[in-house]
T-cell receptor
Framework: GESVGLHLPTLSVQEGDNSIINCAYS??????FIWYKQESGKGPQFIID?????DKRQGQRVTVLLNKTVKHLSLQIAATQPGDSAVYFC??????????????FGSGTRLQVQP | KAGVTQTPRYLIKTRGQQVTLSCSPI?????VSWYQQTPGQGLQFLFE???????NKGNFPGRFSGRQFSNSRSEMNVSTLELGDSALYLC?????????????FGPGTRLTVL
């Protein structure tokens, strides 16, 4: 499959462990954040989102934490499985001065799950 | 329900040529966004179309253009190709394109410019 990024930071975990992927965002005015998972040869897939009026949101095996004070977002994956191996991107959505809204993606983190 | 489809999946062109990529959104979705993904720059927003109108545009030169048809299918065109245009081009569709609508991505078109 295609290489998403040649020099991505990599997190390597053992199957069954919990994974924590971090993301620093740039704009304090961002009000909506999304985590995406991208497997080799595929487009990004939505995992979980969170609005800025929340600091935590839970899904199935995943939790997103938002710390607006330090502009930090994290994705926690419980009981990591080999199928979780992928590149993970955080994205922030902001309304710019022009009124334009668009997603700005982070550079991504490669998660490798060792069996 | 069928997902977002993109054609072709792979394309090889030479500098100076032009290329047209196609995206068929999920049935019922009216918003289509295009992104460029490269190892160096990551995922970058190109433009968004809604009801045949370009609603948002990223910071790309005018060589990059797009359009949307009445059935919500979208095409993007890159003219006068440069080596740096080699990338994975991703299309994403959503119901209305409002900020809190989930975007569904297609598998992408891998463009190589020689």
């Amino acid at each position: 499959g295609e290489s998403v990024g040649l020099h991505l930071p990599t997190l390597s975990v053992q199957e069954g462990d919990n994974s924590i992927i971090n993301c620093a965002y740039s704009n304090s005015a961002s009000d909506y954040f999304i985590w995406y998972k991208q497997e080799s040869g595929k487009g990004p897939q939505f995992i979980i989102d969170i609005r800025s009026n929340m600091d935590k949101r839970q899904g199935q095996r995943v939790t997103v934490l938002l710390n607006k004070t330090v502009k930090h977002l994290s994705l926690q994956i419980a009981a990591t499985q080999p199928g979780d191996s992928a590149v993970y991107f955080c994205a922030e959505n902001i309304e710019e001065d022009t009124g334009r809204r668009a997603l700005t993606f982070g550079s991504g983190t490669r998660l490798q799950v060792q069996p | 329900k069928a997902g977002v489809t993109q054609t072709p999946r792979y394309l090889i062109k030479t500098r100076g040529q032009q290329v047209t990529l196609s995206c068929s959104p999920i049935s019922g979705h009216r918003s289509v966004s295009w992104y460029q993904q490269t190892p160096g720059q990551g995922l970058q927003f190109l433009f968004e179309y809604f009801s045949e109108t370009q609603r948002n545009k990223g910071n790309f030169p005018g060589r990059f253009s797009g359009r949307q048809f009445s059935n919500s299918r979208s095409e993007m065109n890159v003219s006068t190709l440069e080596l740096g245009d080699s990338a994975l081009y991703l299309c994403a569709s959503s119901l209305t394109g409002t900020p809190y609508n989930e975007q569904f991505f297609g598998p992408g078109t891998r463009l190589t410019v020689l």
